[in-house]
């Protein structure tokens, strides 16, 4: 793979401490849910920062996927839920869940679309085999 593009963070405290990137584009408090034993507030916390990265990471290859093929996307929108929990060897695991609206498009048209955007997405390709992944495609609203 040629690299393109590297970012770069630094984390300190662990879950309750802070996270920057090199640049200072990217700097948050950092804290443990309270549905994971913390005290909860207004920080961030690295599920929060990878559900954020995925989201916005699918949606633009949802775009790249319709502007292959010439279909309209203005609208669309992709929220990203990521779940953390323990798994059978005493560690953690992540799953994710993927809402993507599209309502410019009809929903059989749209599953194509972001079938084929799972397979262009590079958190998509990151994770695949080893991160249990659902997406749904959202109805659009309906005219009334």
Partial sequence: MKVLYTAEATATGGREGRVRSTDGALDLDLVIPKELGGPGGLATNPEQLFAAGFAACFENAVRLVARRKKMPVGQASVTGRVGIGPDDSGGF??????????????????????ADAHRVCPYSNAVRGNVDVRIVVDPAPEVI
């Avoid at 992540?94 to 749209?110: C, G, N, Q, T």
Wanted: hydrophobic content about 50%; overall charge negative.
């Fill in 93 to 114: 695991q992540l799953s994710v869940e993927l809402h993507v609206r599209l309502p410019e498009i009809d929903a059989d048209v749209a599953e194509q679309v972001v």
